[in-house]
């Protein structure tokens, strides 16, 4: 339902950036951004009944109960945020996670198109730390409600046109700036700001980096590609290509569970 508003900001960054002599749009790069966007769009659409029908099956056996009021709203959008944070995290911490999350990170460049490239395998990996909620006691309905607001947030974030907030404002909320630092190749950006409401998340957990030094967009080996299939693939290939050679369980587990920038442990040293 956000996406005409998506849209209609997206017009606007463009003609807004070219107004001032400059363009955060590469045409390939933003037709990469909405294969994904659409692929992930057919999978969301086709799973996305099956996965709110399994909160309200283990709503049933929950263990409290969140009220369904303003302030019970506000409780789950901030405890919606904290999983973010330590899903987030595992995303870029632990390899099959990342495998994931890579897509998200392959674009070089920092516009409001990036926000929407998204793996078609992410929903699946998202899921395996929101079940926990309706146990809890969080009604379905509640963090589906409360997901949306916080996904709506983190659009806007993902630009160069917005530069610094009001002080205040720069200590508690995820910024456009906050988050340019978290899509930087920078050593000092690596693995950093992984908030995406509330920055208090990061300064609490000291994975909080500001943003001083330009931006490298990108990972730190650039994919070279828009093929929508090796974009969205690509890593989950490597993934299994690496799992094929392990000579144990326990290599394998290592390989599916350190973090990505591990070497595979089966390789010789050079």
Same mark, same amino acid.
């Given at each position: 339902? *956000? !996406?005409?508003?998506?849209? =209609?900001? /997206?017009?606007?960054?463009?003609?807004?950036?070219?107004?001032?002599? +400059?363009? #955060?749009?590469?045409?390939?790069?933003?037709?990469?951004?909405?294969?994904?966007?659409?692929?992930?769009?057919?999978?969301?659409?086709?799973?996305?009944?099956?996965?709110?029908?399994?909160?309200?099956?283990?709503?049933?056996?929950?263990?409290?109960?969140?009220?369904?009021?303003?302030?019970?709203?506000?409780?789950?959008?901030?405890?919606?945020?904290?999983?973010?944070?330590?899903?987030?995290?595992?995303?870029?911490?632990?390899?099959?996670?990342?495998?994931?999350?890579?897509?998200?990170?392959?674009?070089?460049?920092?516009?409001?198109?990036?926000?929407?490239?998204?793996?078609?395998?992410?929903?699946?990996?998202? *899921? !395996?730390?929101?079940?926990? =909620?309706? /146990?809890?006691?969080?009604?379905?309905?509640?963090?589906?409600?409360? +997901?949306? #607001?916080?996904?709506?947030?983190?659009?806007?974030?993902?630009?160069?046109?917005?530069?610094?907030?009001?002080?205040?404002?720069?200590?508690?909320?995820?910024?456009?700036?906050?988050?340019?630092?978290?899509?930087?190749?920078?050593?000092?950006?690596?693995?950093?700001?992984?908030?995406?409401?509330?920055?208090?998340?990061?300064?609490?957990?000291?994975?909080?980096?500001?943003?001083?030094?330009?931006?490298?967009?990108?990972?730190?080996?650039?994919?070279?590609?828009?093929?929508?299939?090796?974009?969205?693939?690509?890593?989950?290939?490597?993934?299994?290509?690496?799992?094929?050679?392990?000579?144990?369980?326990?290599?394998?587990?290592?390989?599916?569970?350190?973090?990505?920038?591990?070497?595979?442990?089966?390789?010789?040293?050079?």
């Amino acid at each position: 339902m *956000a !996406l005409p508003l998506f849209a =209609l900001l /997206l017009v606007a960054e463009v003609l807004y950036t070219r107004s001032q002599g +400059g363009n #955060v749009y590469a045409l390939k790069d933003f037709g990469g951004s909405m294969s994904q966007l659409g692929i992930n769009s057919v999978v969301r659409f086709v799973t996305g009944g099956a996965l709110i029908g399994l909160h309200f099956f283990l709503y049933q056996f929950r263990v409290f109960e969140v009220p369904n009021t303003v302030w019970g709203w506000v409780f789950t959008f901030v405890v919606i945020d904290l999983v973010f944070y330590w899903y987030h995290r595992a995303q870029h911490r632990v390899r099959f996670m990342w495998c994931a999350h890579v897509v998200h990170h392959s674009s070089e460049h920092m516009n409001l198109g990036t926000a929407l490239r998204q793996s078609p395998t992410g929903p699946f990996t998202r *899921a !395996l730390f929101y079940w926990p =909620l309706p /146990l809890l006691g969080f009604h379905p309905l509640l963090v589906a409600s409360a +997901g949306a #607001v916080a996904t709506i947030y983190g659009f806007w974030t993902h630009t160069e046109v917005i530069k610094k907030l009001w002080a205040p404002l720069e200590w508690l909320l995820v910024t456009p700036s906050h988050h340019r630092a978290h899509h930087g190749s920078n050593p000092e950006y690596v693995d950093r700001n992984y908030g995406n409401v509330l920055i208090i998340w990061d300064r609490l957990f000291g994975t909080f980096e500001p943003e001083v030094a330009p931006v490298r967009y990108g990972l730190l080996t650039n994919i070279n590609t828009y093929n929508p299939l090796r974009i969205a693939f690509a890593e989950w290939v490597r993934l299994f290509r690496d799992s094929f050679q392990a000579r144990s369980f326990r290599q394998l587990g290592q390989l599916w569970f350190r973090p990505p920038r591990s070497q595979p442990v089966f390789t010789d040293p050079q």
